[in-house]
């Protein structure tokens, strides 16, 4: 399979209909350990909440193994499927972005392939739709916003962090150490073009996990995953 940004890249919607598996209970007990915890406090094998860790929380809490598109279909109900960074950029500025896209992408997929490394996008959201709902799909409870901090390959899979604020700098270097400790390649993280990507403290953190990932900055001036979520708050 290529590389390249898949169509949901580009924030093409979709949804799945299914069967309910959890009640209302678990689903909002479930949300609140996603927001509050990351997966070793539940003796998971990862560092970051993905997919998998989800499904894995489900089938050691509730004893429920979910079919592939019910487990999307809940982590998209809860709010943890967030717009692709690429898709808020290219709405934010789309000329620059498609400009971008054949001249600068191009040469990034030419050297992550020479390099052998993965490319992925760092972005952020606030997370609106954290409530429970009865079987009418009535919200019954809700909770202050949380943020979500994450990265995505553009095969779609992501690893992620929930924030109660949003996240400084030495929060989000700290959620890319955790990134690349699970990967076995190097990555090649597409970030927003912003001061915090570009400050001494970023570049020397940078230089010291080289071997691990490099960023290269979308064009322009762009929001920082704590801009970005605001925004998208907003608009949602």
Known sequence: ???????????????????????????????????????????????????????????KEYGELLPERTLVSYIERWGFAPERPLATAHKMDPLHIRAWMRSDYPVIAFQSKEQKATICWLGGSVLRNMWSTDGNGKRIRAVNDHQILFVVSNRGNMVWKVCRSSPSMQETLAFLGKVISERKRKLFLIVPNTAMFKS?????????????????LLPGKRSTPSEQMRRNGHGR
């Open 1 to 59: 399979m290529s590389d390249e940004p898949q169509p949901r890249a580009l924030g093409a919607a979709h949804t799945h209909s299914h069967k309910r598996r959890l009640s209302d209970e678990q689903e909002w007990s479930l949300q609140a350990l996603i927001r509050a915890t990351l997966p070793p406090a539940h003796e998971l094998p990862c560092v970051l909440w993905s997919k998998e860790a989800v499904r894995d929380l489900i089938h």
């Open 200 to 216: 001494d403290v970023c570049q020397q953190w940078v230089w010291k996990h080289q071997k691990q990932i490099e960023l290269h």
